[in-house]
C-alpha cells in the first residue's frame, strides 16, 4: 500500500493530500491488519502493546515508545492490544523539507541502518510532550475551513519536530553540547536517492539513471551514498527489489514469470540468477520454504 492508498483509508478531514496524514488514538485501529510500503511513518504508542513486521522481522511496541520508519521500508501492523493507544503521523519529503525550511532538528539520525525501525523508549512526560504537540496537528488538520490551515499545520509540524529532536538528544549520550545541524547537500542526495529507490526500484536497476536524476555522476553517487550509509547505491537496489520479489512469491497466485516481468528482468532465468545471488536460495525454494511454516 503506497503513500496515496494509505491516507485514503482515513478521512479526508486527517490529512492533506501528497503532504500529512495524521491519524488520532480513534482511528489507530484502522493499521491493525494494513502493510505500508513507500511511507515515512512516525508511530507513539502511549499506551498498550502492538506488532510491527519490518522487512520480514516482527518487534513488538510496547506503552511509551516513538517509532521512525523511513520510507524504504515495508511495514505490516498486526496484534493490536484491547488498550491501545497510539498515534501515527505520516509525512512526505517534499512537506517535511518545506516546513523545516532545511533544518534538521535532534541528532543526526543512523543511515546505515535504513531498512529497520528505529524505537525509542521514552518517559511517561516524553510521552505526553509528543502527544500534545500531534493533537495540535491533528486539531488543525479537522479544521478545514481555516483560511490558514496548511501554514498552521506546517507551523506545528516544526514544533513537533523540535520537541521531538529536544527528547531524542535528551537520550543520546554525549561529551558536548549538541548542535543542531542543517541538512547538507550529501544529506539530500542521499535522501532522495532513497526516494527514487522507492519509487523505480521495479524498472530501473542500474545506478546511472539515479545519478542521472540527480544530476552527478555514478562515481560521485556510489561515493556520497556509502559514506552516509554505508551501503553501496546498487546494494540499496538490490534490496528494494528483494523485498518487493520475497513478497510477491508468497502469494502463490503469481507465477515466478510474472514477478519477473513485473520486476523488469530480461527473463525468468535471470530473476532466478539475481534472487539466489541475493538470499542464496532459489525462488522457488523460498516460495516451497514460506508455505511450510505458515503450515
Not at 121 to 142: G, P
Request: glycine share 4%; charged share 20%.
Amino acid at each position: 500500500m503506497n503513500v496515496q492508498n494509505f491516507y485514503q483509508n482515513f478521512s479526508s478531514e486527517h490529512y492533506l493530500p501528497g503532504q500529512i496524514l495524521v491519524v488520532p488514538p480513534a482511528e489507530f485501529h484502522r493499521l491493525n491488519g494494513l502493510t505500508v510500503e513507500g511511507c515515512r511513518l512516525l508511530i507513539l504508542v502511549v499506551n498498550g502493546t502492538m506488532h510491527m513486521t519490518l522487512n520480514g522481522k516482527t518487534s513488538e511496541v510496547t506503552s511509551h515508545s516513538f517509532v521512525d520508519i523511513i520510507e524504504t521500508a515495508s511495514v505490516k501492523f498486526s496484534k493490536f492490544s484491547s488498550n491501545l493507544h497510539a498515534w501515527c503521523l505520516s509525512v512526505t519529503f517534499e512537506f517535511a523539507s518545506s516546513a523545516l525550511k532545511n533544518l534538521r532538528p535532534g541528532p543526526m539520525p543512523n543511515l546505515s541502518d535504513l531498512n529497520n525501525a528505529n524505537i525509542l523508549k521514552i518517559s511517561a512526560d516524553e510521552s505526553f510532550v509528543i502527544s500534545r504537540q500531534l493533537t495540535m496537528l491533528s486539531d488543525t488538520l479537522n479544521n478545514p475551513q481555516n483560511f490558514y490551515r496548511l501554514e498552521l499545520v506546517e507551523g506545528y509540524f516544526k514544533c513537533f519536530c523540535l520537541e521531538l529532536g529536544n527528547i531524542q538528544f535528551n537520550h543520546v549520550k554525549q561529551t558536548e553540547e549538541p548542535e543542531v545541524a542543517c541538512v547538507t547537500k550529501r544529506d539530500f542526495i542521499t535522501l532522495n536517492f532513497i526516494k527514487l529507490v522507492c519509487k523505480h526500484y521495479a524498472t530501473e536497476h542500474q545506478i546511472d539513471f539515479y545519478a542521472n536524476a540527480l544530476c552527478v555522476s555514478p562515481k560521485h553517487l556510489t561515493r556520497i551514498v556509502k559514506e552516509m550509509t554505508g551501503k553501496t547505491p546498487k546494494a540499496f537496489i538490490s534490496d528494494e527489489i528483494i523485498i518487493h520479489a520475497m513478497a510477491m512469491l508468497e502469494d502463490e497466485r503469481i507465477p515466478v514469470g510474472q514477478i519477473a516481468e513485473e520486476l523488469s528482468f530480461s527473463d525468468q532465468a535471470a530473476f532466478c540468477k539475481f534472487f539466489k545471488a541475493q538470499k542464496k536460495i532459489t525462488p522457488m525454494e523460498y516460495r516451497r520454504r514460506q508455505k511450510l511454516q505458515k503450515n
